[in-house]
């Protein structure tokens, strides 16, 4: 089977039941009608951790709310689904008396894991070492590294590697930017693979390239910013990754909750985006560096938009106005003249997927 949908879902952080309700009523009845409209595919899930937010008596509602997804579904595991009451196993010297990963290792099996589907071989990490308390480091532990290379010692090199972990590995519009710690000692074991990381905890949107071989996804959140309404704090709406694998060939889009599969940006119109009152601004949340941006006036070619960094204005207003100091990288401006009378955005993805917008202003 060498064609299929892997759909990767980052931070649901259900904490209680008013919050697990928004994730029952709007994230899976979305997933599942991808899912519906991908029956003809073998469908993969994958939960990147935080999978609740340090309440363990809700794994198994949410255990059960993605059972029936039309999806194959595996989890790992994050920061806040560790029990608060306990240190990580390797950290415990009597694991008898309990230990963070207890609740987790109950409802849904081992935090490392490997599985192949297609030509793909899929792993799944744990990259927090948890102090208890909610107190923890991103990184990976030796045993973590050692069972990843002998895990790897199977892989023939140069084979396609999904590999799934909570905090990210190479995140830098942030200091730190919640990347694990020893991320350099993961890279060397991964340069002889073709490589795609997916990893979620930042709860904003950001794609990197580490190494040539190595393209890390880390993706919007499922419950946004902490279900405090329909966006992450970079402007990326709640949602999750759709991937499609053909062989060799990989290929992905992000999906926005409750919205169609085509929207990829935000558009504001002048005056709409508080810092830049003049401009019409671009949110491109899924952007790498092989996005081409380019804007029309009345009809009229005017080149390619201007990359800025700021806050995005869509969350900002979410959380009326409190700012936070997170200036994302995957917004584009462009000023119109005076007398326009409309402004076209035409947005080309790396797979020459064209997405676009109008406004009249």
Known sequence: MDEFVYIVLSDPQVRNEKQLDRFRTETVPDLKQTADSLKNFEIVGMGLGDLVWDAMNLYAPYRQAVSNL????????GNHDFNLLYKSITQTDHPADGYGEQNYYQSFGPAN???NIGKVHVI?????????????????TPEDLDWLRKDLSYVPKGNIVFLNVHAPVANNTVAAGGNARNANALFQLLRPYQVHIFSGHTHFYENQLPAPTIYEHNIGAACGAW???????CGAPNGYLVVQVKGDD??????????????QFRLYQPGEFESQKD???????DWD??????WYEDGVLKGAMQAFDDEDQD????????KTGYRTRHLFRAQPSKDAKSVKVVVKNRFGEIFTEEIKL
């Open 70 to 77: 039309g999806m194959t579904m595996f989890q790992l595991m």
């Open 113 to 115: 894991y490997s599985f």
């Open 124 to 140: 799944a990490m744990k990259d927090i070492d948890y102090d208890g308390n909610k107190k923890y480091t991103e990184r990976f």
């Open 227 to 233: 279900w405090a309404g329909h966006v992450n704090r």
């Open 250 to 263: 990989v290929k992905w889009r992000y999906k926005a909750t409750g919205c169609s599969p085509d929207y």
């Open 279 to 285: 401009y019409v601004v671009a949110n491109i949340w």
């Open 289 to 294: 560096w092989t996005y081409t941006v380019n």
């Open 315 to 322: 969350y900002i207003n979410m959380v009326k106005g409190k």
